[in-house]
């Protein structure tokens, strides 16, 4: 059977910028990407989400991302290779000691935002974050946009990887995301997002801004959570995976 992972990004609310409902996120996705506080959350929100995802059996991942909660981790910042190197090992060191304390374990990472976007294109961006990842534990998993650069370079460096899509995202005929800064770049309507997500498994195509088609080879899918009606894209991309046949299922573990 073919099978999928669904995720997505969780640990980010605080009292004053609640932006995801995680307990009904967890009842849908099979791997969490939680945060890891630079760019949103609270230690006692991020360990919260954490304890959930060990009991209802989601696959935990970190998710560091840059120092910049007022931007949400959503604007690059031009930072020392040694610098973005330990603020990656501090937030990953910060959700082990979270997770474990609950009785879980970290499989994988997944940056944030600003930080995702740049090792997709950027060598030396990316190399930063693998070696970070290698110091810290060279058995996670680095997860990244298909077809990024990051992939390759976590591969040379002897990391397992794992390509990502994204369902409620617009694409480049390059294979590139759509800017959240360009109209159209987040998708709302829920039927679409789970139609273009049976093609995406199924034929390995997602339809792009231009009306092209662009290959697009993914292990994991990840449905966001701040996304308005998230919950309901999440639900109805499940719902129409599963009635395709399609097994819902963490990467982690699968070549």
């Known amino acids: ?24 996120m967890l009842g849908i996705v099979s791997s969490a990407n939680v945060s890891c ?18 009991r209802g059996g989601v696959t935990i ?15 690059r910042l031009d930072l020392p290779a040694a610098t ?27 940056p944030h935002g600003a930080l995702y976007n ?16 290698r110091a810290v534990d060279p058995s996670l998993v680095v997860l990244g946009l298909a077809g990024g650069v990051v992939l390759d370079v976590a591969e040379r460096a002897g990391l397992a990887t794992a390509a990502e899509a ?3 995202r617009a694409y480049t005929p390059q294979g590139q995301l759509v800017s959240r800064k360009e109209p159209g770049a987040v998708l709302h309507d829920a039927d679409e997002v789970a139609a273009r997500m049976v093609r995406l498994v199924s034929e390995g195509v997602v339809r792009a801004v231009d009306g092209s088609d662009v290959a697009v080879r993914a292990q994991s899918v990840c449905v966001h959570g701040d996304s308005p ?17 399609v097994q819902i299922a963490s990467f982690v573990g699968r070549s």
């Open 166 to 168: 994204f369902a409620d």
């Open 1 to 24: 059977m073919t099978s999928i992972d669904l995720n997505s990004d969780l640990g980010e609310n605080t009292p004053d910028r609640p932006v995801s409902d995680d307990a009904a």
């Open 229 to 245: 009606g998230a919950i309901g894209m999440a639900a109805a991309t499940r719902a129409a995976l599963v009635g395709a046949g």
């Open 61 to 75: 991942g970190a998710h560091p991302g840059y120092r910049d909660h007022e931007n949400f981790g959503r604007e």
């Open 118 to 133: 740049t090792i997709a294109v950027d060598a030396a961006t990316a190399a930063v974050v693998v070696a970070a990842v």
């Open 37 to 54: 506080g630079f760019h949103a959350g609270s230690p006692e929100g991020i360990r919260e989400t954490l304890l959930a995802a060990t």
């Open 84 to 110: 973005l190197q330990a603020h990656v090992e501090y937030q990953l060191g910060a959700v082990w000691a979270l997770t474990r304390s609950v009785g879980g374990s970290v499989a994988y990472v997944k």
